[in-house]
């Protein structure tokens, strides 16, 4: 089993900037057993929502058009963690943010997709005053 705690969520004026940390740890859990890692929120009321993924290996990312260019995602394979730098915030990126891995490579297509991860944190609030 693995397990994702995500940390560094809390509250931020518009315009500020925040890193979240995802550190995933576990039994069965090794630097090359995970395909990818991702960020997803969700906003009261509305779907979960994909923020942005790497690939484990090679360090490829991948954003959602809303966050291109205000956010990076970056990992540390010695230290199992995985990072999202939040610049140049804004209101309506105020959510909750959720890390999600997945041991197996399922394609590019299902990256931006929830049913393609297989493990979950239990999130942190990020909010972002105006």
């Known amino acids: 089993q693995v397990q994702l705690v995500e940390s560094g969520g809390g509250l931020v004026q518009a315009g500020g900037s925040l890193r979240l940390s995802c550190a995933a740890s576990?039994?069965?859990?090794?630097?090359?057993?995970?395909?990818?890692m991702a960020w997803f929120r969700q906003a009261p009321g509305k779907e979960r929502e994909f923020v942005a993924a790497?690939?484990?290996?090679?360090?490829?990312?991948y954003y959602a058009d809303s966050v291109k260019g205000r956010f990076t995602i970056s990992r540390d394979n010695a230290k199992n963690t995985v990072y999202l730098q939040m610049n140049s915030l804004k209101h309506e990126d105020t959510a909750v943010y959720y890390c999600?891995?997945?041991?197996?490579?399922?394609?590019?297509?299902?990256?931006?997709?929830?049913?393609?991860?297989?493990?979950w944190g239990q999130g942190t609030q990020v909010t972002v005053s105006s």
């Open positions: 790497i690939t484990w290996i090679n360090g490829r990312t």
């Open positions: 999600a891995a997945s041991p197996n490579d399922r394609g590019i297509y299902n990256i931006p997709r929830k049913t393609g991860y297989d493990y």
């Open positions: 576990g039994r069965t859990f090794s630097s090359y057993a995970m395909a990818y």
